[in-house]
């Protein structure tokens, strides 16, 4: 059982910054794509960032420039450096992954974490 684990949200004022973590765990062989969703109130879950194993990064052109996401292919994590923080990134923010190789099979489908609030507020 694959599962996904967020960590490191919270408040923060408006141009602040903020290091989202996530780690995934079960027996996992290979990960292709591993990144960041997030859903604001009232919203629809929007991408923000996501790295593929070989290839380029994508992130929302809302956030280029000011976020940054970074893997460790080895220990299955992926990380989301948020810097000059808005108001609107307030969302919960949901670990990401898909494209998974686990004891000799590989599924095409995707893992969610549970997601991390993140507050932007002064």
């Known amino acids: 059982q694959v599962q996904l684990v967020e960590s490191g949200g919270g408040l923060v004022q408006p141009g602040g910054s903020l290091r989202l973590s996530c780690a995934a765990s079960g027996s996992i062989e290979s990960i292709n794509n591993m990144g960041w969703y997030r859903q604001a109130p009232g919203k629809e879950r929007e991408l923000v960032a996501i790295m593929t194993r070989v290839g380029p990064t994508n992130y929302a052109d809302s956030v280029k420039g000011r976020f940054t996401v970074s893997r460790d292919i080895a220990r299955n994590t992926v990380v989301l450096q948020m810097s000059s923080l808005k108001r609107e990134d307030t969302a919960v923010y949901y670990c990401?992954?898909?494209?998974?190789?686990?004891?000799?099979?590989?599924?095409?489908?995707?893992?969610w974490g549970k997601g991390t609030l993140v507050t932007v507020s002064s």
């Open positions: 990401y992954a898909n494209g998974v190789a686990t004891m000799g099979l590989f599924y095409s489908g995707e893992y």
